[in-house]
Antibody, heavy 117, light 108 residues
């Protein structure tokens, strides 16, 4: 069974870049026809899809975040990453990585990122 | 963007009750709808895909129906483990994929 684990700084200063990595275990990120996604959730609020990446590197981003988002994949390390630039307090929340580019059948446990000086 | 609207936002129910949650899409999404269950401090869990497909390992008391713009998630007999927040999500369009606002199922 595939497992996902997010990692990265829990505190980011305003205007800086948020960087997270999702390590995939129990299966190859390159096998199957899966996209890999990032989803976030502000405290006490709903879910927002950030974007998705395929093992080939093909990406699709949420238009509302597109100008600030970069996703990448490292098949040799079986992981994928998220960079979100020019962060503000509105970017504070729990960030999840998940398997899927349409619906999401496996999720990481989530990592809390706080944007504060 | 395709807007997803869930109702009610909060639902109070007792163990054994039949519970129905509604999700409406701002335009037709065919059957490209998923339902998730989320408990506090945990990641969402996929329950239903393609409007009515039961994800492996999910109890059969969960069922989904609908197509086009109106969908429902039904729990046939509410169990203690089912008190949680439920989200619908459309995947007819990935520009962007969107979720409903959530329905919290509380103990009555």
């Amino acid at each position: 069974q595939v497992q996902l684990q997010e990692s990265g700084p829990g505190l980011v200063k305003p205007s800086q870049t948020l960087s997270l990595t999702c390590a995939v275990s129990g299966g190859s990120i390159s096998s199957g026809s899966y996209y890999w996604s990032w989803i976030r959730q502000p405290a006490g609020k709903g879910l927002e899809w950030i974007g998705r990446i395929y093992a080939s590197g093909n990406t699709n981003y949420n238009p509302s975040l597109k100008s600030r988002v970069t996703m990448s994949v490292d098949t040799s390390k079986n992981q994928f990453s998220l960079k979100l630039s020019s962060v503000t307090a509105a970017d504070t929340g729990v960030y999840y990585c998940a398997r899927g580019g349409s619906n999401f059948d496996s999720w990481g446990q989530g990592t809390l990122v706080t944007v504060s000086s | 963007d395709i807007q997803m609207t869930q109702s009610p936002s909060t639902l109070s129910a007792s163990v054994g009750d039949r519970v129905t949650i509604t999700c409406r899409a701002s335009q037709s999404i065919s059957s490209w709808l998923a339902w998730y269950q989320q408990k506090p401090g945990k990641a969402p869990k996929l329950l239903i895909y393609k409007a009515s497909g039961l994800e492996s390992g999910v109890p059969s008391r969960f069922s989904g129906s609908g197509s086009g713009t109106e969908f429902t998630l039904t729990i046939s007999s509410l169990q203690p483990d089912d008190f949680a927040t439920y989200y619908c999500q459309q995947y007819n369009s990935y520009s962007p994929l969107t979720f409903g606002g959530g329905t919290k199922v509380e103990i009555k």
